[in-house]
C-alpha cells in the first residue's frame, strides 16, 4: 500500500531539487524521454491492450473505449508532444515586472514553480506524459494518480518516466504515481497541505466534483464540456455542415466535441436535411425541438435534459431559436465554460457571440476540436480550465507557474 505521507515528503525533497535543475538540464530530459517512449511502445501497446480488454469486459462505452486506446500514432503523438515542450520557452526566472523606486530599491516580478502538482485522471494514460511534460519543464514536482481502467497503461509509463529520470541524474521523485489508493486514501491524499499546492482532476463532472467537494488543497477545475455551436442566419450552410460535422464525429470521448446546436429558425430548413444526412454517415442521434424534427426525418424528441448533457457519444442535442440574443441566453444558461462557436457572415454577430458567451474559449466559423494546448502552440496541456480564477482555458507552462517579487537594495532601511 502507498504510504502518502513518505510520497509527500519525498515530492517535498524533490522539489528543492527540482529548482537546481537547468533549462538546458530539463530540455535535454524531455527530449531523451520521448526517444525511449517511441522505442518502447510495444511494451505500452501491450500494458493498454490489457487494459482495453478489462474496459470491453467490464461494458465501457465508446467514447471512453476511445480515450482509453493507445496506438503508435498517438504514442507518438505522446512522444512530439514532449518535443514540442521542450522547445518552449523556459517561464522560471522570468521577470515580468521590474520598478526602481525612488529610494532605489529593484523590485522584479518573477515566475516561479507553483511547488508540487497532484493530478488526478480519468482513462487517458496520454495524460501521463503531457502531465508530466509541463510539470517538469515549469520547476514543478508531480504526483500521478490515473483512473483503475487505465493501471497498466499509466504504470508502465510513470515507470518509464522514473528511470529516464535516474539515468540522467535526477531525482526519479520528481514524478510519483498512486497505483493502490482507494476512495478513502485519494480523500486523504486530498487533504495534504503541506505537502500539495495544487490539484488538477482530469475526468467527467463526477470526478471533478468530487475532487472539489473533498480537497483542502486549491484545486483548478477542468474538462467538463457541454460545447455548443451556433448556427447564425447568415451563415454559409456548407460550412455549417463541416463544421459541426468535425466538432461532434472527429473524436467523440474528448471534452471539446460539440454537443449541442443552436440554429436560427430561419435556417432550420436549409440546414438540416444535409446535416442530418451528414451526421448518419456516422449514425449520430440527434435529438431536436418540435422545429428540428419537422425539418428532417428521423430526429428523436429533446428534453430540457439534453440542453445541459456532456453525451460523450454520438447524440447530439440540437435547438431553435429566434435571434442571436436568445442563443447567447440559451448558451450561456447551459454550457460548463468550456468551448463555444457561431458560424456567421456577419461581423456584428461574430462580435456580439466573442464579447458575450461566457466560456474560456469562443470561436468564429471554426470547429470546437481546436481547443487543445498543441493546437494553440503551448506544444502540450495540462487540461483545459472551466474556472476564472488563477488559469482559464488551454494550461501551458505559464499555466503551472506562480509569481514572486525579488528586490534588491544597498542598505535601505525603512
Given amino acids: 500500500m502507498t504510504d502518502l505521507k513518505q510520497t509527500g515528503i519525498n515530492a517535498r525533497s524533490a522539489q528543492n531539487a527540482m529548482r537546481r535543475i537547468s533549462s538546458k538540464q530539463k530540455n535535454d530530459l524531455l527530449m531523451g524521454l520521448a526517444n525511449v517512449l517511441e522505442k518502447k511502445t510495444p511494451a505500452i501497446l501491450q500494458a493498454n ?18 480515450r482509453l486506446t493507445l496506438s503508435e500514432e498517438r504514442i507518438s503523438g505522446m512522444a512530439d508532444g514532449l518535443r514540442d515542450v521542450a522547445g518552449q520557452d523556459d517561464p522560471i526566472g522570468s521577470a515580468e515586472y ?24 480519468e482513462a487517458r494514460p496520454n495524460v501521463t506524459t503531457d502531465a508530466f511534460g509541463l510539470c517538469f519543464k515549469s520547476g514543478n514536482v508531480c504526483i500521478l494518480r490515473g483512473g ?26 520528481i514524478c510519483q504515481a498512486l497505483y493502490d489508493v482507494d476512495h478513502e486514501g485519494l480523500k486523504e491524499f486530498m487533504q495534504m497541505t503541506e505537502y500539495v499546492d495544487l490539484l488538477i482532476p482530469r475526468g467527467g463532472a463526477g470526478l471533478i466534483r468530487s475532487v472539489v467537494t473533498n480537497s483542502r488543497i486549491p484545486v483548478i477545475e477542468t474538462g467538463t464540456g457541454n460545447c455548443h455551436i451556433y448556427v447564425d442566419e447568415s451563415a454559409d450552410m456548407d460550412m455549417a455542415v463541416n463544421i459541426i460535422y468535425n466538432a461532434k464525429t472527429q473524436r467523440i470521448g474528448v471534452c471539446n466535441a460539440c454537443e449541442s446546436i443552436v440554429i436560427h429558425k430561419n435556417v432550420v430548413n436549409k ?18 425541438d418540435e422545429v428540428i424534427r419537422s425539418a428532417a426525418d428521423g430526429i428523436i424528441e429533446a428534453t ?9 457519444d454520438y447524440i447530439l442535442s440540437a435547438k431553435t431559436v429566434d435571434s442571436l440574443n436568445e442563443a447567447i441566453e440559451h448558451i450561456n444558461r447551459y454550457n460548463t465554460g468550456h468551448s463555444e462557436s457561431i458560424i456567421t457572415n456577419n461581423y456584428e454577430n461574430a462580435t456580439r457571440f466573442l464579447n458575450e458567451v461566457d466560456a474560456s474559449c469562443v470561436y468564429v466559423n471554426a470547429s470546437t476540436r481546436f481547443t487543445d494546448g498543441g493546437e494553440f502552440g503551448f506544444g502540450a496541456e495540462i487540461g483545459i480550465s472551466t474556472q476564472k480564477l488563477h488559469a482559464r482555458g488551454p494550461m501551458g507552462l505559464d499555466a503551472l507557474t ?3 517579487y525579488c528586490i534588491t537594495g544597498n542598505g535601505q532601511i525603512r
Avoid at 491492450?49 to 476511445?66: C, F, H, W, Y
Avoid at 530599491?105 to 516561479?112: C, G, Y
Avoid at 430540457?304 to 460523450?312: A, C, R
Fill in 402 to 404: 506562480t509569481t514572486k
Fill in 271 to 288: 440546414l438540416m436535411p444535409a446535416l442530418k444526412q451528414r451526421l448518419s454517415t456516422k449514425n449520430v442521434e440527434i435529438r431536436g
Fill in 49 to 66: 491492450g490489457e487494459d482495453l480488454r478489462r474496459a470491453v469486459i467490464n461494458g465501457m462505452p465508446d467514447g471512453l473505449v476511445d
Fill in 98 to 121: 521590474v520598478s526602481v523606486r525612488p529610494n532605489g530599491l529593484r523590485i522584479e516580478k518573477r515566475r516561479v514553480a507553483l511547488g508540487v502538482i497532484g493530478i488526478i485522471f
Fill in 148 to 173: 483503475s481502467d487505465a493501471a497498466g497503461s499509466t504504470e508502465v509509463i510513470v515507470n518509464i518516466i522514473r528511470e529516464e529520470l535516474e539515468r540522467q541524474g535526477l531525482d526519479k521523485n
Fill in 304 to 312: 430540457e435534459d439534453d440542453w445541459g448533457t456532456e453525451y460523450l
